[in-house]
């Protein structure tokens, strides 16, 4: 799940893509380079998440549904400081972000971690689908891992390298409110849509790696999709219309688990 950035965004310089290494690869070999608008800064996205975080949080807490579940709450946060713990392995600079959890009642099967560290737990992907702790931290783990790889910031940096289109390419590189309008269009767009199958693959690995370093079981990540799938077959979970889901999903979760398994057995 993604968190809805409606945002009021400078216009971001265009001054071409530069390759980045956000992560290093771990035991799972995450590897891929990644090309980031060099006009467009890791604090920046961090920023503009942060605000729409704080935004979503205001509107539960008014709504009188905001950490009203105070045991879950704990359970979340606890397996978070056990998961964030170690995602300096992948990026140390994740030692200084500011990690925040919370949780919110509503029916919905949804989670996120937003850029920067904010993670956003809805208590129906808990309860509906009974999770365990190692469930729980393979999904927390994968939106981690979107974060750590900066997932968002690659897409918005994709819709302005892909045009969007011929109106937003001559929207950015005209003068005003077009280009403002644009900008505004690029961030929406790179911040809502799904992620590529690739990214997606990227977070299932390094959030069976981070939980198994934290002592999560690699194998819950292979049962959370079964409880995910089983779900799917009415209407498609919010997390899973977010989260696109190949046939072959499950069966490179199940590969992968060996490559962790000493990791789990470590720490568990």
């Not at 530069?18 to 891929?32: A, C, H, I, P, W």
């Not at 808990?126 to 974060?147: C, F, S």
């Not at 045009?163 to 269009?185: C, F, N, V, Y």
Request: net charge negative; glycine share 8%.
């Amino acid at each position: 799940m993604r968190l809805r950035f409606l945002l009021c965004v400078p216009v971001i310089a265009l001054a071409g893509c530069q390759s980045v290494q956000t992560t290093q690869g771990g035991n799972v070999g995450v590897d891929r380079t990644q090309y980031m608008m060099s006009g467009l800064s890791s604090e920046e996205v961090n920023q503009m998440a942060a605000k729409s975080y704080d935004e979503t949080l205001a509107e539960a807490k008014k709504a009188g549904v905001l950490n009203t579940n105070a045991a879950t709450v704990r359970r979340l946060r606890k397996i978070a400081d056990d998961l964030t713990a170690q995602a300096t392995y992948f990026r140390p600079d994740a030692a200084q972000w500011d990690w925040e959890v919370n949780l919110i009642k509503d029916d919905q099967l949804n989670a996120s971690c937003a850029p920067g560290g904010k993670i956003l737990f809805y208590s129906g992907i808990i309860d509906k689908l009974n999770l365990t702790d190692d469930e729980i931290a393979q999904i927390m783990g994968h939106e981690i891992a979107h974060a750590l790889r900066e997932h968002g910031r690659e897409a918005i940096s994709r819709a302005y390298a892909t045009q969007m289109g011929t109106q937003l390419a001559g929207a950015l590189l005209g003068l005003g409110a077009g280009s403002q309008q644009a900008a505004e269009m690029a961030v929406q767009y790179g911040l809502t849509l799904p992620n590529s199958r690739s990214n997606e693959s990227e977070a299932d690995l390094i959030g069976l790696e981070l939980a198994a370093r934290a002592g999560y079981n690699p194998d819950a990540a292979v049962t959370l999709w079964q409880k995910m799938s089983s779900a799917s077959q009415g209407e498609p979970p919010a997390f899973m219309s977010t989260h696109p889901s190949s046939s072959g999903r499950i069966e490179a979760l199940r590969a992968a688990a060996p490559r962790v398994e000493a990791l789990y057995q470590a720490n568990k």
